[in-house]
């Protein structure tokens, strides 16, 4: 069974740093591009991040352009989000979501559970 | 980047009836290569993930039940649901990927009647 599951979230004060994780199991990670997916509270999906499966080609939204850095481990089958200068927009509950084996974002087939990121003081 | 616009923002229908939701992408997601529309529909229940329906706008996702299509091509687009269950009452994104960033609708909130 496909599975991706996100941990790492929390209450963050606005300037601070957080890094999220996402375990996956079930399926060949190495081979999937990966994405992280954004849904404020009450509120759309917003697409935050896209990985290659080999790293080498990595694309960010604008929004979080510089202050936030996708990597992942292949050995650990892990998908990674590195946050920094975290504002109060950046509130919400972040998905990490499979994609398909091209060079560009495609459609996402299976998506973690979520972990909500708070940034408050 | 591609401004995705659905309709209605929600809808009620009743069970037994045909739900219709609108997308349209302010621009073209029709790939002259290939000949595929880069949209994906997905549906999302209250505290869970997104959940993909349907890709190459009309193609089901795996394990999706055929109450579900999508049709249209170029700017419009329709997510269908034929006989609307009591479990299809949820959110309905659609989604290009087109153009790097991917961007999503605003969501359709599909009520029972």
């Known amino acids: 069974e496909v599975q991706l599951v996100e941990s790492g979230g929390g209450l963050v004060q606005p300037g601070g740093s957080l890094r999220l994780s996402c375990a996956a199991s079930?399926?060949?990670?190495?081979?999937?591009?990966m994405n992280w997916v954004r849904q404020a509270p009450g509120k759309g999906l917003e697409w935050v991040s896209f990985?290659?499966?080999?790293?080498?080609?990595?694309y960010y939204a604008d929004s979080v352009k510089g202050r936030f850095t996708i990597s992942r481990d292949n050995a650990k089958n892990s998908l990674y989000l590195q946050m920094n200068s975290l504002r109060a927009e950046d509130t919400a509950v972040y998905y990490c979501?499979?994609?398909?084996?091209?060079?560009?974002?495609?459609?996402?087939?299976?998506w973690g559970q979520g972990t909500l990121v708070t940034v408050s003081s | 980047d591609i401004v995705m616009t659905q309709s209605p923002d929600s809808l009620a229908v009743s069970l037994g009836e045909r739900a219709t939701i609108n997308c349209k992408s302010s621009?073209?997601?029709?790939?002259?290569?290939?000949?595929?529309?880069?949209l994906a529909w997905y549906q999302q229940k209250p505290g869970q993930p997104p959940k993909l329906l349907i890709y190459?706008?009309?193609t089901r996702e795996s394990g999706v039940p055929d109450r579900f299509s999508g049709s249209g091509s170029g700017t419009d687009f329709t997510l269908t649901i034929s006989s609307l269950q009591a479990e299809d009452a949820a959110l309905y994104y659609c989604?290009?990927?087109?153009?790097?960033?991917?961007?999503f609708g605003q969501g359709t909130k599909v009520e029972i009647k």
């Open positions: 989604q290009q990927y087109y153009i790097t960033p991917p961007t």
């Open positions: 079930g399926f060949t990670f190495s081979t999937y591009n």
């Open positions: 621009q073209s997601v029709l790939h002259s290569s290939n000949n595929k529309n880069y």
């Open positions: 990985i290659t499966g080999s790293s080498r080609t990595k």
């Open positions: 190459w706008a009309s």
């Open positions: 979501a499979r994609d398909q084996k091209w060079e560009l974002p495609h459609y996402l087939d299976c």
